[in-house]
């Protein structure tokens, strides 16, 4: 989801993600230094650890099937 939506969007939907009922939530992540922004529906790939989301590191992650692609599972209270 977050690799075709820009990153002021991502930002709202992280917010709002805070404000809901969970224990863990899985998000991908990729390697880049710089998120650049894209027009709803193009693609990029994000990294969530880097600026503008700058969410600190995942109490556990893996790889995923692309080289540099990850998944991030984070508590609820991580994410505060």
Not at 42 to 65: G, Q, V, W
Request: cysteine-free; charged content about 30%; aromatic content about 16%.
């Amino acid at each position: 989801l977050f690799i075709h939506i820009d990153n002021s969007d991502i930002l709202k939907i992280l917010d709002n993600i805070k404000h809901l009922d969970f224990k863990y939530i899985a998000l991908n992540s990729y390697e880049n230094q710089i998120n650049q922004n894209v027009t709803i529906g193009k693609h990029r790939k994000i990294n969530l650890l880097a600026h503008p989301f700058n969410l600190k590191k995942p109490f556990y992650s893996f790889k995923d099937f692309e080289k540099d692609k990850h998944i991030f599972v984070y508590k609820k209270f991580d994410l505060l």
